[in-house]
């Protein structure tokens, strides 16, 4: 018997959370919609009689996960057995993190549970679309699409991540660069010409007191800046722990120049692509809207689909949701109605998500265009006056002389 953690909304309108007994998930499930009642979310929370697994290593990546489904889709077809296949897969994969959870996912197996219960018990390494979908193929008898379906999911999804990342990979450098030169004249270079300056004992342009004060505070106080910059950080990340700072930096996430329209394209790509992907996989609506609210990382998209859950199940369509919260684009809530019009809502999602992943990584090299000359005037403002500093006091000296 394992314990599972779950969320309701009851007959009557009434949210209700709790945790149950049950053998397996789709034991859990059926009991828990006994009465009328629209399940929100539902979840392993551990199991009686089980040793606390404590996983210690790198973390799974998607595409780790993609290569997996892809692999586990190949040996199903084949004709091989679940358990010969996680055995197999166990063996071929590099991560000792990931090859260990195969393993006991293998034995779990062994012992009469389902997959999808076996791998349920390891949520920090599977997501929960995954398991998800994998109890869903079982209970039809497509496992082996699922994991195609899952393969493709993860690949994209690994796609997405990497060209938002390679997105932000140049200004990071030369934002590191920036910071590297200011500190190496003001500390090295600019002391050395202040120096020569109070010895001439002649009158200084403003700029380059202003320049040489700067220069003496981060000598002897630098310190000061760095505690100041340690505690700003630790103190920011506290409050986006709290809901209302992370709904306000997920906010602000969505409406920062440059890149916003980023976030806000990735986040309808996101959505549209894993909606599509496990309500073909047989998963009720109500239910996907959940799983894809979990995967989100802003919060504030996050809130909008919670909101969007609660409506669907009263029997509002999605796209009405979607549209009042101002979040996402138009294309995305209209074709999103016009997919609940004609019925064809998987088909439309998938369109939307092909745009949406082509207006991504238009939108990544718009950014980078956008960042290379705005990084380098930003290093030019703060750079030139520094060596406008310096170089007057020299001219004057020369003119003098």
Do not use: W
């Not at 059926?30 to 929100?40: C, D």
């Not at 959870?101 to 549970?113: C, L, N, Y």
């Not at 010409?193 to 009158?203: P, S, V, Y």
Request: proline residues 4%.
């Amino acid at each position: 018997m394992a314990v599972y953690k779950y969320e309701i909304i009851q007959s009557n309108g009434k949210s209700k959370n709790g945790t149950l007994e049950a053998p397996n998930l789709e034991a859990a499930t059926a009991e828990l919609k006994e009465g009328g009642n629209v399940i929100v979310s539902v979840a392993l929370t551990g199991a009686l009689n089980k040793d606390v697994e404590i996983h210690i290593g790198k973390a799974v990546k998607p595409r780790e996960l993609s290569i997996f489904c892809r692999q586990f889709q190949s040996v199903l077809h084949a004709g091989v057995t679940v358990i010969a296949a996680l055995e197999m897969l166990a063996e071929q994969t590099e991560n000792k993190t990931f090859q260990k959870t195969i393993m006991q996912v293998r034995d779990s197996v062994q012992k009469g549970e389902t997959l999808a219960d076996a791998v349920g018990e390891y949520p920090k390494i599977f997501p929960e679309i995954m398991i998800h979908m994998i109890a869903a193929g079982e209970a039809s008898g497509s496992l082996e699409q699922t994991f195609d379906r899952l393969a493709q999911h993860f690949e994209k999804d690994a796609h997405l991540k990497a060209l938002v990342a390679k997105s932000m990979i140049y200004p990071i450098v030369l934002i590191v660069v920036i910071i590297a030169v200011v500190a190496i004249m003001m500390i090295k270079i600019v002391p050395t010409f202040t120096e020569t300056f109070e010895d001439l004992d002649a009158e200084l342009p403003g700029i380059t007191l202003a320049v040489m004060g700067v220069s003496d505070f981060l000598v002897t106080k630098g310190y000061i800046i760095l505690i100041v910059a340690i505690l700003v950080a630790f103190l920011l990340r506290e409050i986006k722990k709290t809901e209302n700072g992370a709904l306000f930096f997920g906010k602000l996430g969505l409406k920062m120049p440059l890149f916003g329209a980023l976030s806000i394209k990735t986040a309808a790509a996101r959505l549209t692509r894993t909606l599509s992907t496990l309500m073909n996989s047989g998963i009720k609506m109500v239910d996907a809207i959940h799983i894809v609210g979990q995967i989100m990382t802003n919060e504030a998209v996050k809130r909008v689909l919670v909101q969007a859950q609660k409506d669907v199940t009263h029997g509002i369509p999605l796209s009405k949701p979607l549209e009042e919260s101002g979040v996402f684009p138009p294309m995305v809530y209209h074709m999103i109605g016009i997919g609940e019009e004609t019925g064809n809502m998987e088909e439309m999602l998938d369109k939307i998500a092909d745009y949406y992943d082509e207006e991504v990584e238009m939108a990544t090299q718009s950014l980078v265009a956008a960042l290379e000359p705005l990084i380098i005037v930003v290093m030019a403002l703060i750079v030139v006056p520094i060596i406008l500093a310096v170089m007057m006091p020299m001219f004057s000296l020369y003119n003098a002389i």
